[in-house]
């Protein structure tokens, strides 16, 4: 497990916008998925343009924004010191 998450962090590195919008994308598709077969009601299919349009919607702007909002946040920042952060 600690080989991929090393290669995680070497793809942040080498290429950070598109390792977020791909991190995004599985994560709301996951969490959609996961959504969608246990917290469903009775007898409701399983809506494969839903997974789709929140893995989209992941992809390109959760985790695009995401990483330029972040930056900006940590640009006004002086430190990452617990005492300046918290």
Do not use: C
Not at 21 to 28: C, E, I, K, N, P
């Amino acid at each position: 497990m600690s080989g991929i998450w090393a290669r995680y962090n070497k793809l942040l590195e080498a290429q950070p916008l598109l390792t977020k919008a791909f991190t995004s994308l599985v994560g709301f598709t996951a969490g959609d998925v996961l959504a969608q077969n246990f917290l469903a009601e009775e007898g409701d299919k399983y809506d494969v343009m839903r997974t789709i349009r929140l893995g989209s919607f992941g992809f390109m702007l959760h985790g695009t924004t995401g990483h330029y909002f972040y930056g900006m946040l940590d640009s006004k920042m002086p430190g990452t010191k617990p005492v300046t952060v918290a």
